[in-house]
C-alpha cells in the first residue's frame, strides 16, 4: 500500500473516532439534556462543567483526551489502524499523526452534529501527548499555569496551543512544530469567539455561565 493509499483511510478512520461527541452523550444520559443548549452551547468539557455536574466535566474531558490518544496510537498499527495491511510507504509515526489530526477535524466537525462540533483542545491535548509525551506535558503545563493566573479556559488553551510548536522546535523536532502549528491553527480558529469577547473583556471565567 502506497503512503498516499494509507493515509487518506487513516485520516478518515482518525475523523470517525474524533466525532464522538462524549460531552453530548453524556449529559443526555445523565437527563441533563441537549448541551448545545446550555451555556456556550459548545459540546467540551468547560461547558459541561456549566451545567454544575463536575464529575461529568471531568469524564466529557479524559474521554475527549483518549480521542486523540487512540487515534494516534492505532494509527500507528498501519492504515486505517492496521486493517489494510499495514502502513507500506508511510512512517507508522507519520500515520500516527495524520490518525490524530483526523481525530482533531472530527471533534471540531463531526457529521452527526451538522460538522458543529467542539474546540478541540482536549483532543488536541491528547494528541500531543500521543505523538510526543514531553510535548502534550509541556503544553498542558502552559495551560494550567494561563488558566490559572487568569481564570479563563480560553486563554489557557490559545496559549498551550501557540506554545506547542515553541516547545517542539526547542526539543530539535521540526516535524512536530510544522504538526502542533496545524493543531494550533484548527484549535485558535475554533475559539475566533472568544478571541473576539477576550479583546472586548467579556470571556466567562471558568465555573461561570457564558
Known amino acids: 500500500m502506497d503512503a498516499l493509499s494509507s493515509t487518506l483511510p487513516t485520516l478518515l478512520a482518525g475523523y470517525l473516532l474524533g466525532s464522538i461527541p462524549f460531552g453530548l452523550l453524556l449529559t443526555r444520559l445523565a437527563g441533563l439534556g441537549d448541551l448545545r443548549q ?87 491535548g491528547g494528541v500531543l501527548l500521543a505523538g510526543a509525551w514531553w510535548l502534550g506535558l509541556g503544553s498542558a503545563l502552559v495551560w494550567l499555569a494561563t488558566a490559572a493566573l487568569t481564570r479563563i479556559s480560553s486563554a489557557g488553551a490559545i496559549a498551550a496551543c501557540a506554545a506547542a510548536p515553541l516547545i517542539a522546535l526547542a526539543a530539535g523536532r521540526l ?32 465555573g461561570r455561565q457564558g
Open 38 to 124: 446550555i451555556g456556550s452551547g459548545n459540546i467540551g468539557a468547560t461547558n459541561v462543567l456549566r451545567t454544575g455536574h463536575k464529575g461529568l466535566a471531568a469524564a466529557t474531558l479524559l474521554l475527549d483526551l483518549l480521542k486523540g490518544v487512540a487515534a494516534v496510537l492505532l494509527g500507528n498499527l498501519g492504515g486505517p489502524f492496521g486493517l489494510l495491511g499495514g502502513a507500506g510507504g508511510a512512517e507508522p509515526s507519520h500515520l500516527g499523526l495524520v490518525g490524530g489530526f483526523g481525530a482533531m477535524l472530527g471533534h471540531a466537525f463531526p457529521i452527526w452534529l451538522g460538522f458543529k462540533g467542539g474546540k478541540g483542545v482536549a483532543t488536541g
Open 175 to 206: 516535524d512536530l512544530a510544522l504538526f502542533s502549528t496545524g493543531i494550533a491553527a484548527l484549535v485558535i480558529y475554533r475559539h475566533k469567539a472568544n478571541i473576539r469577547r477576550l479583546l472586548a473583556g467579556t470571556e466567562p471565567r471558568i
